[in-house]
């Protein structure tokens, strides 16, 4: 049996849904993230997310994904790495701790892993 790009129900049972959630997400206009989870979030005029309300700074480089993020004081909070325009990595300041990420065959985020390979 091959990997098909799904996962049979009942084959992971430690991974079944159990409870309630209901996600509320908020979008504007311009299809842009605005609220989640009881956080907000700010744009500036080119429609790069800048700001979360929890008091997160978002900074970019050229293009539009957040390259630092920092606390309102200016201290480093995650660093992200890139390799051929895609997000590769996060580092968490300052512990230092490293996050990794896979893509899948479209380019989104498939996969998110710690130094040790375990998903988070």
């Given at each position: 049996?091959?990997?098909?790009?799904?996962?049979p129900?009942?084959?992971?049972?430690?991974?079944q849904?159990?409870?309630?959630?209901?996600?509320t997400?908020?979008?504007?206009?311009?299809?842009?993230?605005?609220?989640?989870?009881?956080?907000?979030?700010?744009?500036?005029?080119?429609?790069?997310?800048?700001?979360?309300?929890?008091?997160?700074l978002?900074?970019?480089?050229?293009?539009?994904?957040?390259?630092?993020?920092?606390?309102l004081?200016?201290?480093?909070?995650?660093?992200?790495?890139?390799?051929?325009?895609?997000?590769?990595?996060r580092?968490?300041?300052?512990?230092?701790?490293?996050?990794y990420?896979?893509?899948?065959h479209?380019?989104?985020?498939?996969?998110?892993?710690?130094?040790?390979?375990?998903?988070l």
């Amino acid at each position: 049996m091959g990997f098909h790009g799904y996962i049979p129900l009942g084959i992971f049972p430690e991974l079944q849904a159990t409870g309630t959630f209901t996600p509320t997400y908020s979008y504007d206009a311009e299809n842009r993230l605005i609220a989640a989870g009881g956080v907000t979030y700010t744009y500036d005029g080119d429609g790069r997310r800048v700001k979360k309300s929890n008091g997160t700074l978002y900074w970019t480089g050229t293009g539009s994904d957040a390259m630092l993020e920092t606390d309102l004081s200016g201290n480093p909070t995650a660093e992200y790495v890139f390799f051929n325009g895609r997000r590769i990595a996060r580092i968490d300041r300052p512990a230092n701790t490293v996050e990794y990420y896979y893509a899948d065959h479209l380019g989104s985020t498939d996969v998110v892993t710690n130094a040790a390979r375990a998903r988070l």
